[in-house]
């Protein structure tokens, strides 16, 4: 038995419905922003995100995060780093403790990309 549900009828203005917040990407720009997407696409780094942003997006070490995930450290290292490097993330030292916060700016652009209407 199928579930889905049936497609509500189509706006009157299509084609304000259907246009992205940034309008058409170049070449450049879909390549920079599956790139982040792909990043994401993981579902640990999701979690790692939303732990981040459910603690109002502060900076978190990485044994905070270990805590937090119920993941060892070495596996939380990895994923930070995934994310670091693909600039969705800012990361300082302190010490012999490493923080990582949230680039919000990113994100920002993101949904920008995928507010459709």
């Known amino acids: 038995m199928s579930t889905a549900q049936p497609l509500p009828a189509a ?8 246009s992205l917040g940034t309008g058409p990407l170049t070449q450049d720009e879909s390549v920079h922003y599956a790139g982040l997407f792909k990043v994401l ?16 997006c502060e900076p978190a070490s990485v044994g905070e ?12 290292s990895h994923h ?14 302190d010490g012999r403790t490493v923080i990582h916060r949230v680039r919000p700016e990113v994100f920002t652009a993101l949904r920008t990309v995928l507010q459709i209407g």
Do not use: F, N, W, Y
């Open 80 to 93: 930070l780093k995934k994310m670091t490097e693909a600039g969705l993330l800012a990361r300082h030292r």
């Open 11 to 18: 706006a009157p203005d299509i084609e304000q419905c259907c």
């Open 41 to 56: 696409a993981e579902p640990v780094r999701l979690r790692i995100l939303s732990q981040l942003a459910a603690a109002g």
């Open 65 to 76: 995060l270990t805590g937090m995930m119920g993941l060892s450290q070495p596996t939380i």
